[in-house]
């Protein structure tokens, strides 16, 4: 594991019920540190890369994350949690923004 941090957004199918709103995908951004760990498997006790896996730990750490329809509005929104975040005086931000894109519905 480790003490990355950045500021990751996650990129998620629409839900089949939900109107289409933006660009057909929902968007989220969140501060992670280790984001590595939406890979892990507890089952394999394995980092994974099914896209089941990787969704069941994404909703979970993005679980607070506010839904976002277009992909200028969660970098907009990655922007001002930025500013907010490098306000501290000893902010470091190692990774900056990412995306992390899972095909599967949040």
């Known amino acids: 594991m480790s ?3 950045g500021l990751y957004i996650l990129v998620t199918e629409v839900p089949e019920f939900s109107s289409m709103r933006g660009d057909g995908k929902e ?7 280790a984001v590595e760990n939406y890979q892990w498997d507890d089952n394999k006790k394995d980092y994974s890369n099914d896209p089941d896996t990787l969704i069941k730990n994404a909703r979970e750490m993005w679980k607070d994350a506010k839904v976002l329809h277009t992909r200028k509005e969660a970098l907009l929104e990655a922007d001002r949690q930025y500013q907010e975040f490098m306000k501290d005086d000893f902010a470091i931000l190692e990774y900056g923004i990412s995306f992390i894109e899972i095909p599967r519905s949040f």
């Open 27 to 33: 968007y989220r951004v969140a501060y992670h540190m």
């Open 3 to 5: 003490s990355d941090n």
